[in-house]
């Protein structure tokens, strides 16, 4: 997604008007969540995507015609499954997506030029666009930074207010989704939606213990998106050379690190912590520490014997039942793995399936939906609002 973000902002730099369709609501099985987005500059380049491939030429189109003005600047354009008409355009897996199309000239929007920049270079702000209410004001954005300042306006300063108030609340949970306030700046009355995107910093993996198990999920996890940190306190075997893929390789003990970062405050409810150490003198207090801290995921490498043992020595340590209830050990989903590869792929595959509240069975003969309809996370580095 970085990708997508950095093409817009080169876009916006030079002052290049494009047009971005993005997806703002979903119903049934939709392949994308709102947030994903397709956007086309005036060659007729295209880059990101918001369908798996059922929808995209359609949109393509819209984009083009918004660009050129054979069509709406901005419109919202629904797209679903028609059982009368196969051939028709729409989505096959049955799901109806909502599209908003918008034509951007970077110059009269520097509130979507400044949010792309932030996207760009990492920061935490969030883009609110009107993406359903009275005709005027579709497509209309505000700009929402971490402090709950703002840019842009939606036309009313009482609406602006509240509109920025909802935006910084689903910043602050690093959400991407859609909110409902009255036109009038109320919250309540006639109703205005906002799609709300927010742009976070990606989320952290820190990976303890500098062995080949932690190399493969270091790979994984940047393919992932993750910002991905090794630490070991042996020098020797913890160095750049052997974890490339790494944002940052750290010679420290394993507890003392996560303390200096818990301290710091740069670790959230998005961080996956996963101890391959397999030594009790760095699991004991590493994990004692871990699983004391608001964050996302925490698992442990070692066979089913080790895991007994560990518990035993937590419990000693004055975990209680439910803190170590938080431990995914042994570490990963049944998969079968051998190889450090296959062992990385089902470590990422729990921190996927945790995340997003997944059952990690097999989809085949599985009532549970395909696409999850809860808020879409925040899209880290990727394409906000535009």
Known sequence: MLDIAEELHRWCVRGLPFAVATVVATGGSAPRQPGAALAVDGDGTA???VSGGCV????????????????PSTLV?????????AFAVGLTCGGEIDILVQRVDPAARPELAAALAAAVAGGTAAVAR???????LLGRALLVHGDGSYEGSLGDPERDRTAAAETLAMLDAGRTGTVAIGADGSRCGAPLTLLVESSVPPPR?????????????VRAGRFLGHRVTV???????????????????????????LDAEAAAGRLDGRTAICVLTHDAKFDVPLLERALRLPVGYVGAMGSRRTHLQRLDKLRDAGLTDLDLARLHSPIGLDLGARTPEETALSIAAEIVAHRHGGTGVPLTGAHTPIHPTAPAPARHLGTPAA
């Open 231 to 257: 630490c070991d306190a042996r020098p020797v075997f913890t160095t750049a050379r052997r974890f490339p893929d790494a944002h940052e390789v750290v010679v420290d003990w394993p507890h003392r690190y």
């Open 130 to 136: 009107v993406v359903d209410g009275p005709g005027d």
């Open 77 to 85: 354009q629904r797209f679903g499954y028609s059982d009368e008409d």
């Open 205 to 217: 993996l820190l990976v303890f213990g500098a062995i080949d198990f932690a190399a493969a999920l």
């Open 56 to 71: 995209e030429g359609a949109v393509y189109e819209l984009c083009r015609e918004a660009l050129s003005g054979d069509g």
């Open 47 to 49: 880059v990101g995507s």
